[in-house]
């Protein structure tokens, strides 16, 4: 098992604590509630990557599937087109919340749109330093 399996099963623990933490505690409705957000994402997250895992040293199909150049090709203009939507998206709930008096969303929204750009670049700069 390698380190990387063993991060993900850690992945359980701090989901199950999470859920244990909301069972157990008195907080807040909304704290509860994002609490199990969390918790549920940090398991499917989790329970993923673990699949892939498996998947990668069980499957040869599901191995060169991952390298074929053509679907990773596919797979990019896919994840640019989402970003460019899930741009367009915040600007409109920035906007929205602008309008309706909302300022604090809309001020942490408009951070996101502008940190956004940056992340996007430095993120294709270690990836062609990598690659």
Known sequence: MTNKTK????????????????LFTDFPIQADLALGVLSSS???????????????KQD???????SDERLIAIKEKTGNTANLINTAFLGIA??????MGYIIPAVILGIF?????????????CLEKKM
């Open 113 to 125: 749109l502008l940190i956004q750009p940056v992340i996007l670049i430095v993120i294709s700069n």
């Open 60 to 66: 040869k199909d599901y191995r060169i599937n991952l």
């Open 94 to 99: 920035a906007v929205f919340f602008l309008g």
């Open 7 to 22: 991060i993900w099963y850690l992945g359980y623990c701090i989901a199950l604590l999470l859920f244990l933490l909301i």
């Open 42 to 56: 940090i398991f499917a997250v989790s329970y993923t990557s673990l699949v892939h895992e498996k998947m990668l």
